[in-house]
């Protein structure tokens, strides 16, 4: 069974960083594009960054400029370096593949940033 595991997540400060980790099992990761998303309380989760194979990446425009995916195909893993963090990006993170389908949702991992 394909899974994905993420951590990394945190309480922070605003203003502070956190280093996202998603680790995903089995030999398809390398072939699909790999994405982060979040979903705040009372809202429904949203598409945060995406990462195509070949390495182009794509962010929603709250996080343009602040936050930066990246992907290790030989580990099978996806990071999402978070900067400057706002109390907004308060949410569970969460990775799974651009559009959806191939993998079920992992746990997630709680960001918190605190004012």
């Known amino acids: 069974q394909v899974q994905l595991v993420e951590s990394g997540g945190g309480l922070v400060q605003h203003g502070g960083s956190l280093r996202l980790s998603c680790t995903a099992s089995g030999t398809i990761f390398r072939f699909n594009t790999m994405a982060w998303y979040r979903q705040a309380p009372g809202k429904q989760r949203e598409l945060v960054a995406t990462?195509?194979?070949?390495?182009?990446?794509t962010y929603a425009e709250s996080v343009k400029g602040r936050f930066t995916i990246s992907r290790d195909n030989a580990k099978n893993t996806v990071h999402l370096q978070m900067n400057k963090l706002q109390s907004e990006d308060t949410a569970v993170y969460y990775c799974?593949?651009?559009?959806?389908?191939?993998?079920?949702w992992g746990q997630g991992t709680q960001v918190t940033v605190s004012s």
């Open positions: 990462i195509y194979i070949r390495g182009t990446t």
């Open positions: 799974n593949t651009m559009p959806l389908g191939v993998y079920s």
